[in-house]
């Protein structure tokens, strides 16, 4: 029984290894980090909370409109993926699961491809104009599709679209069909068996959904970069800033752990905000 | 419950529509003979393909995305694998707690751990380059092949493992022979969910590599000047890698039944 335990702890080492050496070591440093400063292009180590006075004094503003549009994308993006997975599940018959397929296929889309796509999509001599100038709907391009909020949103729940499909008819497969019919035998309305029945089950999903396109969305750069235009910045730009020609590591470590924290709240709430409408009653 | 209606088919229909319509678009404009993106098409070319082959530094990133890929693959699964398979040997509560452990990378948004890996080389005094990378692509790929194995463990049968080591086998030998063919499948998928996420990155690899280029640098540098065809063709190539890697596997799956 030693012998097998002492084995476990070798197989774990490899693992464990990458986790410490390569995660929570960084993201431990980086951490400390944000309580230092920065004297004439150096590190120092410190003990202040300048940082975090900064990020929410000097940077509310693309905080706020970062928390906005990752809300906005989020809530967006799971209803949709709820739908579509729920279509998939139980209303498609057995086109279902290839419906799924091609959907998931999207996956290997990649992530600067999407990006860029919009980009040539929504551009003022792009595909969308053009299309529609051929077609004589428009006879001058409409230069407003792209570097606005509404292109930051599109593109990335484009992106999380398919991430936040697959937990969520991860928890749809497992619904039996037992407790459906059962319900409708009670007497149970399409309306009450959804209430009481898919939604419990599908909540561990949906919760997942939220919470990967809500972080993505709220700690990406390249998106608002690329289509979001110069009055849009997302915190994310600043963050990035930070070890680029700023090279203001401590401002970029409070900014970030200011995000995570925030996010993490946000999840949170709705994780609470879900269970409490989709318990069983 | 009964099938849909119209409005449900319509639904479906749209977000598909949404989905796999870019992509098709991106595809379509590798061919077009047009120097801009829009309609419309002059014409089809396999230009934009020569064009690339001949840039100077497509090439060289390349040849970095394939070492980083292969690597990570080949890393993240075996140390993924190794920890599933002792998180299954152990309690439920340990086992989840580890797992959980194991998995919290993947929460992080990659622009963050990026940031952080970064510094942290820097205080370190570690120079920047493919092994950085390949480090840093380890943290956001082993949680995937962890999860992936323990869903396999946690329906596994230790019966046959056991009567294995009962009838004389070694540890070792009881794993190649016994465990390793039961979940395979589940091994491959993992290994090609690894190499796929790590071709695909960007932001981590961006802020860990230092001056090298992989395949989506080299792409950021040129989409950065504008809009080009040329980079609808190392898209393309980069979507049919990664959809290549996971043919492979499911050949690899098959091929031993």
């Known amino acids: ?281 | 419950m009964r099938r849909g209606g119209i409005l449900w088919h319509g639904f479906a229909g749209l977000v598909l529509l949404f989905m796999l319509t870019p992509l098709f678009i991106l595809v379509l404009f590798c061919f077009s003979r047009n120097a801009l993106l829009s309609f419309p098409i002059a014409g089809f070319t396999l230009d934009w393909f020569r064009k690339l082959f001949e840039h100077p530094q497509f090439w060289p990133s390349l040849r970095n995305s394939l070492i980083i890929t292969v690597t990570v693959g080949v890393v993240s699964t075996v140390a993924g694998t190794m920890a599933a398979l002792a998180t299954a040997r152990l309690r439920r509560a340990w086992s989840i707690s580890l797992t959980l452990l194991v998995t919290l990378p993947v929460m992080l948004p990659p622009l963050m751990l990026g940031v952080a890996l970064l510094s942290y080389f820097a205080s370190i005094g570690m120079r920047l380059g493919l092994p950085t990378v390949i480090m840093s692509h380890l943290v956001f790929t082993q949680p995937f092949v962890v999860a992936i194995v323990a869903a396999r463990m946690a329906s596994f049968d230790h019966a046959a493992v056991e009567s294995a080591r009962d009838l004389g086998a070694s540890r070792l030998r009881a794993f190649f022979n016994v465990t390793l063919p039961i979940i395979r499948p589940s091994v491959i998928g993992a290994a090609l969910i690894a190499m796929a996420l790590s071709l695909d990155d960007f932001v981590v690899t961006l802020f860990t590599i230092g001056g090298g280029s992989t395949l989506p640098i080299f792409m950021w540098g040129m989409l950065r000047k504008g809009v080009d065809p040329t980079i609808n063709v190392i898209a393309v190539l980069l979507m049919l890698l990664s959809i290549g890697i996971s043919l492979v596997g499911l050949r690899a799956t098959r091929y031993r039944g």
């Open chain 1, 1 to 281: 029984m030693r012998d097998a335990r002492s084995l476990a702890n070798l197989m774990l080492l490899p693992s464990g290894l990458i986790l410490v050496a390569f995660f929570l070591l960084p993201v431990s440093y980086f951490f400390v980090v944000s309580f230092w400063r920065v004297r004439s292009y150096k590190l120092q180590a410190d003990a202040t909370l300048d940082q975090y006075v900064e990020v929410f004094t000097g940077y509310w503003v693309p905080l706020l409109y970062t928390f906005a549009v990752a809300l906005a994308i989020a809530l967006a993006v799971t209803l949709i993926a709820f739908g579509f997975a729920f279509y998939c599940r139980f209303r498609a018959g057995r086109y279902g699961m290839p419906l799924l397929f091609l959907a998931l296929l999207t996956l290997f889309g990649g992530y600067l491809t999407k990006i860029y796509t919009w980009k040539t999509i929504l551009g003022a001599e792009g595909i969308l104009n053009s299309a529609l100038m051929l077609t004589g709907l428009t006879d001058a391009p409409i230069t407003a599709f792209l570097f606005n909020p509404v292109a930051v949103v599109i593109t990335l729940a484009h992106y999380t679209l398919p991430i936040a499909i697959l937990p969520i008819f991860g928890s749809l497969r497992g619904i039996d069909e037992v407790p459906l019919d059962a319900a409708r035998d009670l007497g149970a309305g399409p309306c009450r068996s959804f209430r009481d029945v898919v939604l419990p089950q599908a909540w561990p999903g949906l919760v997942t959904a939220f919470a990967l396109t809500f972080l993505f969305a709220a700690g990406d750069y390249v998106t608002p970069m690329l289509v979001g235009g110069p009055n849009t910045s997302m915190i994310g730009v600043f963050i990035q800033s930070q070890f680029g020609h700023r090279v203001d590591a401590p401002l970029g470590s409070a900014m970030s752990f200011t995000v995570i924290a925030l996010s993490l709240a946000v999840i949170l709430g709705f994780a609470g905000t879900t269970r409490y409408f989709t318990r069983v009653r």
